[in-house]
């Protein structure tokens, strides 16, 4: 199984972007998809994660109340809404997916699919 990320850019403080993430190549069997992030010298960091079934959502508490994460099962693919922008949001993004228990979610030791990252700059 394969992930392709896309949507990342450039874009202003207070702007928005939409990540996607397309899954494909193989039987696709998961229980969570998320974002992740890695800014410059800084540790990847959880950003969203959602239920594959069920659709139940978590965030990072950098991320609530201003990123939205969707999927769409018929798809494969798992959507990042990011309004509201920040300077400190600035890093490679990366969707990721697997057969995740819920008290790891946020964890980004347990997804045994990651895509390649793409690149969000926020200017100040």
């Known amino acids: 199984v394969q992930l392709q990320a896309s949507g990342g850019g450039l874009v202003q403080t207070g702007g928005s972007l939409r990540l996607s993430c397309a899954a494909s190549g193989g039987t696709f069997t998961v229980t969570y998809m998320a974002w992740f992030r890695q800014a410059p010298g800084k540790a990847r960091e959880f950003v969203a994660a959602?239920?594959?079934?069920?659709?139940?959502?978590y965030y990072a508490a950098s991320a609530t109340g201003r990123f939205t994460i969707s999927r769409d099962k018929a798809k494969n693919t798992v959507s990042l809404q990011m309004n509201s922008l920040k300077p400190e949001d600035t890093a490679v993004y990366y969707c990721a997916a697997g057969r995740v228990i819920l008290s790891a979610v946020r964890d980004a030791e347990g997804y045994i699919y990651w895509g390649q990252g793409t690149q969000v700059t926020v200017s100040s």
């Open positions: 959602i239920r594959w079934n069920g659709g139940h959502t």
